[in-house]
Structure formats: structure tokens, C-alpha cells
């Protein structure tokens, strides 16, 4: 009888062992974030994750809903406006380090969505909402969903807050520069959330981002 009651327990200490080191499933709402920047844009993004893993030709990444922070401080009028901010959604794998590389590449690109304009010009210190919106993916092949995850893009145009200048003619055209930032998923596509990449990124974003 006590072996009976020792096996059990042992059963039962093995099952809840498994079930605490199973991979847990991305949540819902809010689960993507891209790092804060004092140059570029931050944006939080509410991802569908229903239709990633089904068959088919395409990935359908839905946004449910966002937003995007510019940073700085609220300054009023028109300056220091950011601008045409598109959103691109790539399919991306790890990849490798290479020797004596600085900052290596902690992923590759394997498929991309088309580009969607999400803002045309937001002023430096505020934060917008976004709508709902679909990106289309071609499906990579060769490639499971476990080993891949989705990375967003933005890119667009900002007028730097030091752009004007004591002494500047007030009709001369500010100065632009052009942005690229990241916002990458922490789980993969079966929507498994990746223990050591989520444990990487919150201990330095850029190393897993």
C-alpha cells in the first residue's frame, strides 16, 4: 500500500513538473512592445494570434489594436513633428553570431509583409492610437513554426529636437532624419512564448532585438 501511495505521488509530482515547464501561450491583448527610444517612436501592439499557424500560402498578422509614443517633451505648433510612419511585419529565424562581431544580428528576416503607412505626422511628446489592421506574410518554406516568431518594422521620418538652430532664418526647411526601429515578439508562431528569448530581452532588448 505505501508503495502504491509512493508511485502515485511520484506520478503526480512528475506530471506537475512537465505541466510548469510547458511552454506558455502568448496573451492576449498587449503583447508586443518595442524598446524605448529618445529618437524614434515606441509602439505597444495588440496581435491576433488565431490565424498564424493554419495552412495556407500566407500568414495573416491582425492587429486588434495599438498605439505609438513619440518621445520628447509636448512643445506645441508643428515643430518636431514625426512623420509617414509605415509598419512592415517580418518572419524572422535566429541566427548564428558571427565572430568578432560588435553587435551581431540576433535574427534574420525569412518573409515580409507590405509596408502600411499607420501614421502621417504626430507631433514630438504624444501618443496615438492605431486601428485594427492586417498584414499579409507569404509563408516560408522550410522553416517551422517553432523556430520562427514575428518582428514589426517601423520606419518613417522625424525632425530632431535640436533641428532648429540660434540664428537659423526662420524660412529655411528643418532638418529631417530618417528612423528604423523594432518591435519583436517574445513568442513564436504556434503563439508559444520562448522562455529564454522573453528572460533576453528583458535583461537587454537589443541583444534579442
Partial sequence: MVTRCFSA??????????????????PAGINVSSDRSDYAPTARLAVALGSLNRSG?????????????????AVGGDGGNMFNVYLTALVVTPIQRRKNEALPNPWEAVAQSDSQLVIASVPRG???????????????HGV????AWVVFRLTGSVIPHTAKVVGQASSSPPRTVRFRVYACADW??????DR???????????QAC
Fill in 196 to 206: 529564454k528569448r522573453s528572460k533576453v530581452m528583458n535583461a537587454s532588448y537589443l
Fill in 126 to 140: 504624444e501618443r496615438r492610437a492605431l486601428g485594427p489592421m492586417r498584414l499579409r506574410v507569404p509563408r516560408p
Fill in 57 to 73: 500560402d500566407t500568414i495573416d498578422i491582425v492587429i486588434d489594436s495599438g498605439n505609438l509614443a513619440v518621445p520628447g517633451d
Fill in 144 to 147: 517551422a513554426p517553432a523556430d
Fill in 9 to 26: 505521488f511520484a506520478v503526480l509530482l512528475l506530471f506537475t513538473a512537465t505541466a510548469c515547464t510547458r511552454p506558455a501561450f502568448a
Fill in 188 to 193: 513564436n508562431l504556434n503563439t508559444r512564448v
